[in-house]
C-alpha cells in the first residue's frame, strides 16, 4: 500500500503566483520522519527538510514554508512567490522507526511548471 | 567536488549483459542505499548496507546484487540486464547515530537496456 500520497501529479502556475504542494502519510509508528526533495530537470535529488513526528511546528526557509498537521497526516509545501527556477518535480517521502533499514517511502511525486 | 558520486552516468546496455553501477562518497556515512526511479512511481529502494559487513536486501532486490568494498564505495550489479531494468539509478547515504538521518543522494545513473 502506499504509504505517501502526492494526489497532485502536474500543477502549472505563472511566475509569482502562491503554490501548495500536498503531502498526506499513512503510518502506524509514533516515531516517525518526513521529507521533501526537489529534482530539478537535471535529475539529482535535493535535500529541502526533515521533520520528526514530535515537531509539529511549521517552518519557513525564504520563499519555502511547510505545514506538518499530524491530526490530519499531512506535510504540505507552500513556495511563495513562486519563480521560473523552481520548476521541478517535487518528492514528500516517509521513513518509519519500525523500517529496519530506515529507508525513504516516496510518494510518486508533483511535477512543477512555472512559466514566465 | 560532490559528495556522492556514481559511475557511470549514462549507460545503454543489451538484455543479457552484466553490468555494475558504482557509488563513491566523501562524507563519511555509513549507511548506504540504492534506490531506482521509474517515471511516475517514486523511487523504490533496491538494497541498503549499514556498514561493510551489513548488507540488506531492499523491496525490489531480484535481478540485483551489491557490494560493498569499503565505507565509501557501494556498487550495484545486474548479472543479467533485462528491459524492464531501465530506470534512473540513484546512490544515497546517511550518517549512523541517530534512528533516521537524512540520506543525500548522488546524481544518478541513467540506464537503458536494449
Known amino acids: 500500500a502506499q504509504k505517501v500520497t502526492q494526489a497532485q501529479t502536474e500543477i502549472s502556475v505563472v511566475e509569482k503566483e502562491d503554490v501548495t504542494l500536498d503531502c498526506v502519510y499513512e503510518?502506524?509508528?509514533?516515531?516517525?520522519?518526513l521529507f521533501w526533495y526537489k529534482q530539478p530537470p537535471s535529475g539529482e535529488l535535493v535535500f529541502l527538510i526533515r521533520r520528526n513526528s514530535f515537531d509539529e511546528q511549521n517552518e519557513i526557509s525564504g520563499r519555502y514554508s511547510w505545514n506538518f498537521q499530524k491530526s490530519t497526516s499531512s506535510f504540505n509545501f507552500t513556495i511563495t512567490a513562486s519563480q521560473v527556477v523552481d520548476s521541478a518535480v517535487y518528492f514528500c517521502a516517509l521513513s518509519e522507526d519500525s523500517n529496519s533499514g530506515y529507508a525513504l517511502n516516496f510518494g510518486k511525486g508533483t511535477s512543477l511548471l512555472v512559466t514566465p | 567536488d560532490a559528495d556522492v558520486t556514481q559511475t557511470p552516468r549514462n549507460r545503454i546496455t543489451k538484455t543479457g549483459k552484466r553490468i555494475m553501477l558504482e557509488c563513491s562518497q566523501t562524507k563519511g556515512h555509513d549507511r548506504m542505499y540504492w534506490y531506482r526511479q521509474d517515471p511516475g512511481l517514486g523511487l523504490q529502494l533496491i538494497y541498503y548496507s549499514f556498514d561493510v559487513k551489513d548488507i540488506n536486501k531492499g523491496e525490489i532486490s531480484d535481478g540485483y546484487s551489491v557490494s560493498r568494498q569499503a565505507q565509501a564505495k557501494f556498487s550495484l550489479s545486474l548479472e543479467s540486464a533485462i528491459p524492464n531494468q531501465t530506470a534512473l539509478y540513484f546512490c544515497?547515504?546517511?550518517?549512523?547515530?541517530?534512528?533516521?538521518?537524512?540520506?543525500?543522494f548522488g546524481p544518478g545513473t541513467r540506464l537503458t537496456v536494449l
Open positions: 544515497a547515504t546517511s550518517d549512523k547515530g541517530v534512528t533516521t538521518d537524512t540520506q543525500y
Open positions: 503510518t502506524r509508528d509514533t516515531t516517525y520522519y
